[in-house]
């Protein structure tokens, strides 16, 4: 596994996201099953969200931790109206309760709403002083937001930013990727085989052939390659757990990720910040 540091901590650069796990009873025991395969394989980061499934994705995730707790680095968010002082308390204790577990590693506030950065960092902090979260985060912040919420008393402890980012999405490099990771805040790169488009992309497929390795697999090892950036698959199949997990042992050479520029420009100018 390669690591990343968050906050002081050494956390796996490779997790496992769950949007849309925990929806379908056919698929429930598959999906159990994946989690906790990404687990055996040291991929122990894992991401979920109150909004995912209405608390269906927590449910499931605090299934297939149990007895496991201590060997998963456990990602929340809580949703942007709920995220007053109080609200965000409240939705923390309902995220727990649907987990099953007494605490949080990360916690972040899923993207920026009408509730002032101050009120959310205010329930963040008492979170944090009662052993119920150990760190909190933020997502699909933008250059500008990120400034402000640095600018806002506490806001400079935040542990990361998790925004959408893979071959297909590169506008944060332009800007954002620079800046958090000069000040030691990675990146969450969500979607980071872009809901499995990319498996399905031509240009993709004939240079992981080539490479030898699958299109996830290379888009993945992409990411990896990167400095201060976790990437959080999502697989609900153990088949694909598996194949991702092989990601870490793609590396890529120059001319492989020239070839990826080639097809997948970077950025050659500011873009608003993309969103899933
Ligand atoms: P993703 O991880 O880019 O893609 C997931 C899709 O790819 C699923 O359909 C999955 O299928 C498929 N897949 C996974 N591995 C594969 C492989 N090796 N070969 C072929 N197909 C494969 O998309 P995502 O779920 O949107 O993003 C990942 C996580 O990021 C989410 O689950 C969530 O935790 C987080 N996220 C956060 C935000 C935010 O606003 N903060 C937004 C979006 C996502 P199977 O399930 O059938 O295996």
């Not at 996201?17 to 122990?44: H, P, V, Y």
């Not at 680095?73 to 099953?100: D, M, Q, W």
């Not at 009662?130 to 400079?156: F, Q, Y």
């Amino acid at each position: 596994m390669k690591y990343v540091n968050l906050a002081g901590e050494q956390v796996p650069a490779l997790g496992m996201g769950t949007w849309n796990i925990g929806d379908s009873r056919a698929s429930r025991a598959e999906e159990i099953r994946s989690l906790q395969r990404g687990l055996d394989l040291e991929m122990r980061l894992i991401d979920t969200a109150e909004m995912y499934g209405e608390g269906a994705s927590e449910i499931l995730v605090g299934e297939a931790i149990a007895g496991r707790r201590d060997e998963v680095f456990l990602v929340s968010k809580v949703y942007p109206h709920n995220a007053t002082r109080r609200g965000t308390i409240a939705a923390c204790e309902r995220s727990l309760a649907r987990l099953r577990t007494d605490r949080l590693d990360l916690y972040l506030l899923h993207w920026r709403g009408n509730v002032p950065f101050e009120d959310t960092i205010a329930g963040f902090e008492e979170l944090q002083r009662a052993g119920k979260i150990r760190h909190w985060g933020v997502s699909n912040l933008n250059l500008a937001d990120m400034e402000e919420l640095c600018a806002t008393p506490g806001g400079e402890r935040v542990a990361t930013n998790q925004v959408l980012y893979n071959l297909t999405r590169r506008g944060i490099e332009w800007d954002l990727l620079r800046w958090c990771v000069a000040r030691g805040v990675p990146i969450m790169a969500y979607s980071p085989i872009e809901q499995a488009r990319l498996v399905r992309d031509q240009r993709l497929v004939a240079l992981a052939r080539r490479v030898g390795v699958s299109p996830a697999q290379l888009a993945l090892a992409w990411l990896l390659a990167k400095d201060g950036v976790i990437a959080i698959p999502k697989a609900g199949r153990v088949a694909h757990v598996e194949e991702n997990h092989g990601a870490l042992a793609c590396l890529l050479d120059r001319e492989i990720h020239a070839e990826l520029d080639a097809l997948f420009p970077p950025p050659r100018g500011p873009q608003p910040l993309a969103m899933l």
